[in-house]
């Protein structure tokens, strides 16, 4: 992350509803959307944010 870019690719493709997007620890559910494997922010993290994912697959 580098404060520029809002596209990022995740492992696997997520099963359709399992996905939980954390940014610094809260839970989002509207500031991105989901393509197969990839995600993208509306609007691009910062570089100190810290993003974490749960999905099965």
Same mark, same amino acid.
């Given at each position: 992350m580098n404060g520029l870019n809002t596209s990022f690719t995740l492992n696997n493709v997520p099963n359709p509803g399992s996905l939980q997007l954390?940014?610094?620890? %809260?839970? /989002?559910t509207e500031w991105y959307t %989901? +393509?197969? @494997?990839? #995600?993208?922010?509306?609007v691009a993290p910062k570089?100190? @944010? /810290? #993003? +974490?994912?749960?999905y099965t697959y």
């Open positions: 954390f940014l610094n620890g %809260l839970e /989002q %989901l +393509s197969g @494997d990839t #995600i993208t922010f509306k570089a100190t @944010d /810290q #993003i +974490s994912a749960k």
